[in-house]
């Protein structure tokens, strides 16, 4: 009789895995039994995301790279295919960013954000197509914003790269419905997040930086992005003040400039003092192991996102509700 092969394991790349909402969708990959390249500057990070995926079972290669250098990129990506076999996954998620108003910002400073919060995911994007498009199989998860579609003060350079990011996409989308092709690209829009980038990203304010609440758990982020692996969505927007922001874009972008403008400053802002001459990621990765949290309360569940992945469920308890109140309206007749 003969043996049936088991299945091969999927094969997931994670740019910006040693921390924040890279190393808790690792772990997400990891619990599923998929091996993973790990792509970030920080070593002892992605030591440490490796450790954790050998630990759940599966395996993992570290690929230390700067995003925003592309051949770096594309050496990477050939060492996965080479050492854990064909991409299906390529997560672009790495992000840096600098709290400042544009007053305040240098060149320099704009064109960093820029080269990893936005170039950083068209190489990324690129290295993964030349593999999937002559498969005719994977799939690209963007990690997108709210901010990708309404702006806040104080962090134009990251809030201009996302927005970017949706640009780039829609026009890759539009080119596989031409080519005909079975490659899905999909972008997953975030809340604010309980991640370390508060610590390390660049602050010229004069208090330490903070998400805007309410605040979500970076799990809440990894368990969406490992969803929209299986499930084809143009996009998914995780949390529900990600659908407020969005939609009130739409609805009243002048109001929200006004608001923005008497609360965005202080709602990014803790009482605390900035620490003087912080260390900060832009220009060089920082030792030691982040982790995924950061130092906020944060929610560990989203509604709004449990109804965006079980939509069926949802529709079905709706439809009951739907019917129950007709059951009842129809006995008082």
Not at 272 to 287: C, H, K, Q, S, T
């Amino acid at each position: 009789m003969t043996a049936i092969a088991a299945p091969r394991p999927k094969v997931v790349v994670v740019t910006g895995a040693s921390a924040g909402v890279g190393r808790a969708t690792v772990r997400a990959f990891a619990r599923s039994g998929a091996w993973i390249g790990l792509i970030a500057r920080s070593a002892e990070g992605l030591a440490a995301a490796r450790a954790e995926v050998e630990a759940a079972g599966g395996r993992a290669l570290v690929l230390p790279a700067d995003v925003a250098d592309a051949e770096a990129i594309e050496d990477a990506a050939h060492q996965v295919e080479e050492q854990l076999g064909p991409i299906d996954v390529w997560v672009n998620n790495a992000m840096t960013s600098v709290f400042a108003p544009v007053k305040d910002l240098t060149a320099a400073e704009i064109k960093r954000v820029t080269e990893v919060t936005y170039l950083g995911y068209a190489y990324g994007t690129m290295s993964a197509l030349r593999r999937m498009l002559p498969r005719d199989s994977g799939v690209i998860i963007q990690v997108g914003s709210a901010l990708a579609y309404r702006s806040i003060p104080l962090q134009a350079a990251y809030c201009a790269a996302k927005h970017a990011i949706v640009g780039f996409t829609d026009s890759l989308r539009s080119e596989l419905i031409h080519d005909r092709s079975a490659v899905r690209v999909t972008v997953v829009h975030l809340p604010a997040l309980n991640t370390p980038q508060f610590d390390w990203v660049r602050n010229k304010l004069p208090r330490r930086a903070r998400p805007v609440p309410p605040i979500f758990e970076p799990e809440v982020a990894a368990s969406a992005i490992v969803w929209a692996a299986d499930h084809p969505r143009r996009e998914v927007f995780v949390g529900g003040p990600t659908v407020l922001a969005i939609t009130a874009q739409k609805l009243v972008p002048g109001l929200l400039d006004w608001y923005l403008g008497r609360t965005g400053y202080d709602a990014q802002q803790t009482s605390e003092p900035e620490i003087a001459d912080r260390p900060d990621d832009l220009f060089a990765g920082l030792p030691g192991d982040r982790g995924s949290r950061g130092r906020f309360e944060a929610r560990d569940r989203s509604r709004q996102a449990w109804l965006t992945t079980h939509r069926s469920v949802a529709a079905g308890l709706a439809s009951a509700v739907v019917l129950g109140g007709a059951l009842i309206a129809q006995r008082r007749r």
